[in-house]
């Protein structure tokens, strides 16, 4: 059973718009970790969280923003969307140094 | 840099043995995952390596050479159900961030 939670699982929305991919988990992790990929290809770290008020940008530049107001949420804000924003982008946590990841079940979502 | 190489296809039949290697190089190191994705879905994790040597896991193995930068991931037995791609991650640098190879698409047949 998933104990982290992403929606939507899927989502197409015009060029400009505002949105906000929604991730939380249930098992107290610290760590949460936004990654975008494109079918085929390999996951790129946008965004990472180890706690409460810290977040920091990853590897790949993004044009979106998180926040980390409650361990258990992790949002992935976009404020103005392009169709170069068409991708898969997955949300995980981890407990501690010595564990991998738990990924969400992701969002696809299609910029037109 | 950082780098993550790993085959992009392979095939196998029911019921054998494949081996998929990963080779990196990474600034840092701090441990290896293998991580199995099937088709739209998320990945999910199968083992870690931090210390050279093969750790087991029922049908599957990973083994890992730190010194030559490389990891294999055994699947043994094999189902058609691992049809999938798998992940080779490495984790280098602080706050338990990995690093991802482009995956390897395994097709099993019967």
């Known amino acids: 059973e998933a104990d982290i939670y992403q929606t939507p699982r899927y989502l197409v929305i015009g060029t400009g718009k505002k949105i906000t991919l929604e991730c939380s988990q249930t098992m107290g992790h610290d760590k949460m970790y936004w990654y975008q990929q494109d079918p085929g290809m390999e996951l790129h770290l946008i965004h990472y969280?180890?706690?409460?008020?810290?977040?920091e940008k990853g590897d790949l530049s993004s044009e979106s923003t998180v926040s980390r107001i409650r361990t258990e949420h992790f949002p992935l804000t976009l404020e103005s969307a392009r169709p170069s924003h068409t991708s898969q982008y997955l949300c995980?946590?981890?407990?501690?140094?010595?564990?991998?990841?738990?990924f969400g079940s992701g969002t696809r979502l299609t910029v037109v | 840099g950082q780098n993550i190489d790993q085959p992009t296809e392979m095939t196998a039949t029911e019921g054998a043995i494949v081996q998929i290697n990963c080779t990196y190089q990474t600034s840092g190191f701090n441990g290896l995952f293998w991580y199995q994705q099937h088709a739209g879905e998320a990945p999910t994790f199968l083992s870690y390596n931090v210390l050279d040597g093969l750790e087991e896991k029922g049908r599957f193995s990973s083994f890992l050479s730190r010194s030559k930068g490389y990891s294999y991931l055994l699947l043994k037995e094999l189902q058609m159900k691992d049809s999938a791609s798998y992940l080779c991650?490495?984790?280098?640098?602080?706050?338990?961030?990995?690093?991802f190879g482009a995956g390897t698409r395994l097709a099993v047949h019967p």
């Open positions: 991650a490495v984790r280098a640098g602080g706050y338990n961030k990995l690093i």
């Open positions: 969280s180890y706690g409460v008020n810290s977040t």
């Open positions: 995980a946590s981890s407990e501690s140094v010595n564990y991998g990841y738990t």
